[in-house]
């Protein structure tokens, strides 16, 4: 079955650090990709997406490129804000799995001033 | 009404008591899902509808039933709530690009 194995957090950081997040995922077909964002007391909000091969997902100065090669999808921001203090999570969705969504365990992101 | 509404936003439930949660859209999305997160395991797929009249079993249904008698609801009900169904729970839904909203989420207790 489809699955996603992400970076356990928690992850701190000092504000305009480079921020790094790894995502690995299992699929049988050929799944898009995804990074969710959850700021806290909400829910999930779509950060980005690559739908097929080599592409790059950006959004917020955040960067994911879909790797084929190495299943991975990871998630990168050159220079982090106090703002983007949030759990992070990867995710696939398969045509052939009905385009439900699998998700990895989240990454807590934590930014100092 | 903006996208989804779950109800209530937070809830303490004694182990054994029925409970539904509430999910309503207004995007006119076909397909409906109900996910509970819980530390460190993501969300997970409880159930979920394809489209209004269907239901389907997702990766962790037992305990949990679903009906979807309409395309704007789709109510979660534990018959007889445990402490392990203590979690945070979220419905979602998508358009038929696969674009997925997310509610608030409903946070559960049990004890």
């Known amino acids: 079955g489809n699955s996603v194995t992400q970076m356990e957090g928690p992850v701190t950081l000092s504000e305009e650090a480079f921020l790094t997040i790894n995502c690995t995922y299992t699929a049988t077909g050929y799944p898009s990709l995804f990074w969710y964002v959850q700021y806290p007391g909400e829910g999930l909000q779509l950060l980005l997406k690559a739908t097929k091969a080599d592409d790059k997902g950006s959004n917020k100065g955040f960067e994911a490129t879909y790797r084929k090669e190495t299943t991975s999808f990871h998630l990168e921001k050159g220079s982090v804000q106090v703002s983007d203090s949030a759990v992070y999570f990867c995710?696939?969705?398969?045509?052939?799995?009905?385009?439900?969504?699998?998700f990895g365990g989240g990454t807590r992101v934590l930014v100092k001033p | 009404i903006a996208g989804i509404t779950q109800a209530p936003t937070s809830q303490i439930l004694a182990a054994g008591r029925r409970m539904t949660l509430r999910c309503t859209q207004d995007?006119?999305?076909?397909?409906m899902y109900w996910y509970r997160q819980d530390l460190g395991l993501g969300l997970r797929l409880i159930h979920y509808s394809n489209t209004a009249g269907t239901t389907g079993k997702g990766e962790v249904p037992d305990g949990y039933s679903v009906s979807r008698a309409n395309t704007d609801d789709f109510p979660l009900t534990l018959a007889s709530a445990v402490p392990s169904q203590t979690s945070v729970y979220f419905c979602?839904?998508?358009?038929?690009?696969?674009?997925?909203?997310f509610g608030s989420g409903t946070r559960l207790t049990v004890v």
């Open positions: 979602a839904s998508s358009d038929s690009m696969g674009g997925y909203t």
């Open positions: 995007m006119r999305h076909n397909a």
């Open positions: 995710a696939l969705s398969d045509k052939a799995a009905g385009n439900k969504l699998t």
